[in-house]
């Protein structure tokens, strides 16, 4: 797995949202086993305590879950995964807007910007 790590927030937190996006995305199967803390930490070069924190908080959540002698294991819940990958895109389309907003864009602007942003996209 790919990590990136900045010293912009906590660790853990970015641990928690990378782990997210790859279960959201399907790069990490849904109902598959993890690989272990020490292996987590070490492909992401960080101390195992603090993939720990992050996979803990990855369960509280409801993304992962676990078997007391098998390990953890991503949810197989499709209704968690559905909610929260549109809850990701909502977030980054709010943000997007938000700077659209402040730069003067219009409603009007900024919809005929995404149309051709797609176009543009879809070679048309």
């Known amino acids: 797995m790919e990590w990136k790590i900045d010293n ?8 928690v949202e990378q782990l997210k996006v790859k279960i ?20 992401a070069m960080v101390n195992p305590n603090t993939m720990q924190k992050a996979l803990a908080e990855l369960e509280r959540e409801g993304f ?8 953890r294991f991503v949810t197989d819940n ?3 995964i559905e909610n929260e990958r549109k809850n990701l895109v909502k977030d980054n389309v709010k943000k ?9 864009y219009t409603n009007e602007e900024i919809l005929n910007l995404v149309e051709e942003i797609l176009r543009e996209d879809n070679n048309e």
């Open 24 to 43: 959201i995305s399907g790069e990490i199967e849904l109902d598959s086993k993890l690989d272990s803390v020490r292996s987590l930490a070490a492909d």
């Open 96 to 104: 997007t807007l938000d700077t659209l907003i402040n730069l003067g």
């Open 78 to 80: 499709k209704e968690l």
């Open 64 to 71: 992962v879950y676990s078997k007391r002698t098998s390990g």
């Open 8 to 15: 912009n927030k906590p660790v853990y937190i970015q641990l």
